[in-house]
C-alpha cells in the first residue's frame, strides 16, 4: 500500500515577504530616513538573499520555472548588492562610480521588464509587483546620473516592496481560510 506524498507547500509568500520587507528597508533608506547600516545588509543577506534562494529552489520542485527563475534570481541580486557595498567599504578602490551603479541597475531592470511579460497571465497583484519594480529599477538607474530622482526612485520602492508584501500576506490568507480574503485579481486562463 503506498501513500500518496503529501503536496508541497506553496514557497511563493516566502520570497514575495523576504523580496517585499527587504525593498521596503532599503527604499526607507533611499528616501533619507537613515544610513545603510547593520539592519538593511542582515536582511539583504538573509531575507532579502537567502529567504529568496530558498524559495526558488522550491519552486524549482515544484516544477515552476517562472517562480525559479525569479526568486533565485532577485535572491542573488540582494546577495551582489550587498557585496557590491560592502566591499566598496572594505576597499574603496573598489566602489563603482555613477555610470557603473546605473549599468548594474539598468541591466536588473532590463530583466525585470522582461520577466513582467511573464506576468501577464497572472493576477494583477503579480503583474503590480514586476512593473513596479521594472520601474523601480530604471529609476534608480537614471537617479545614479540625475540625483534629484533619487527621492522618486525611494517612493516608489516602498510602494514596489509594499505590493510583494500585501501578495505575500493576501497568498498566504486566502489560502489559510480557503476563500478570497484579500483580493489579487483575475488571473487570466487562455
Known sequence: MSSKPSPLANPAPLGLMGFGMTTMLLNLHNVGLF?????????GIFYGGLAQIIAGVMEFRKGNTFGTLAFTSYGL?????????ISGVERPMFSPDSAAWAAYLFIWGLFTAIMFFGTLKTSR??????????????????????????????????????????????????ETYNRPVLPIGPIKDD
Open 35 to 43: 544610513g545603510i547600516n547593520s539592519i538593511v545588509v542582515a536582511m
Open 125 to 174: 497583484a503579480l503583474q503590480t509587483v514586476f512593473l513596479s519594480l521594472a520601474i523601480l529599477f530604471f529609476l534608480l538607474a537614471v537617479s545614479q546620473l540625475v540625483p534629484q530622482l533619487g527621492m522618486i526612485a525611494g517612493i516608489e520602492g516602498i510602494i514596489c516592496g509594499f505590493s510583494a508584501f500585501y501578495l505575500s500576506l493576501a497568498e498566504v490568507l486566502n
Open 77 to 85: 541580486f540582494w546577495l551582489t548588492l550587498v557585496f557590491i557595498i
